[in-house]
């Protein structure tokens, strides 16, 4: 409690209230072709006095005083109207749905009418299926208790892809996730920081990503900084990566650019238009993009 900033804590519905919070969007790319086929929200405070804030800064003071749920209703609304700008780009409709990942906080998720919000948001924004993704921790799981099926199988069915974050990190086994209606598994980054340059690194998220394979599950490696790191992922099957390989989170206009373009991965997509030296993240070959593995 001392190391939190208690000061912020009439700011932050005040910040809700007056849009003071603003998404940026880290973009998550299918290693095995380069396809861009999704993005994550993150969210920031523009404070009108301290300037952008990180989630650390102020997520830790939310929880401490119950405002996580005002600060999640926020972020979902915004990404479903920005999702729909997504479905609007045009060419869209000849594309695979690009999901618009969302954290969530399990005690968000365990509110009872999280479920019913949630779809009626979607029915009212005509989004298919897939192009929402909630995030959520192992650790997030566990305020669901034995309502998490029924609850991740409700949205589900209402066309939520779903994500279990920081894979690895916390509880659960793949035992557990097999009856869980998830889509695919983050794979922490703290696992991906020495891929291709560690053996035992190597075999351990090699076996983990077989056992999500075997479980029908999208493996996304998170954090991916090198190229040796991208390389080694794309070798042992890794499926989608996102991190600073590819991009730094970037605002909603650049972000609705890339989306539109739907080009396989280049560095020019990000920096400088003249700066293509970044390599597509596979250690041979020149195909063309492959159509995205579909989620939901």
Known sequence: MARLDLGLVPALPAGVEQDQFVLHFQPEVELASGALVGMEALLRWQHPERGLLWPRQ????????????????????????????????????????????????????????????????????????????????????????????????????????????????????FATLGELPVDAVKLDASFVRG????????????????LAHAHRLVVVAEGVESWAEGARLCELGCDRAHGYLFSAPIRAQRARQLLARAAAWRGSLIGDPADD????????GTAAPTAARPLA
């Open 58 to 173: 102020f997520l830790p003071v939310a929880e401490t005083a119950g405002l996580l749920g005002l600060l999640g209703w926020w972020v979902i609304e915004h990404c479903i109207v920005e999702a729909r700008a997504w479905q609007d780009l045009p060419g869209a409709d000849g594309r695979p749905v690009q999901t618009l990942w969302i954290n969530v906080a399990g005690e968000h998720v365990a509110e009872p009418d999280f479920v019913d919000r949630v779809r009626a948001h979607l029915a009212a924004a005509g989004l298919r299926p897939g192009a929402i993704g909630l995030e959520l921790t192992e650790e997030a799981l566990a305020p669901l208790g034995s309502r998490a099926t029924r609850v991740l199988g409700d949205l589900h069915a209402a066309g939520v892809a779903l994500a279990v974050d920081d894979f690895g990190t916390w509880y659960s086994s």
């Open 277 to 284: 030296g970044l390599p597509y993240p596979r250690t041979s």
């Open 195 to 210: 891929v291709g340059s560690d053996l035992e690194e190597d075999s351990i998220v090699g076996s983990v990503i077989r």
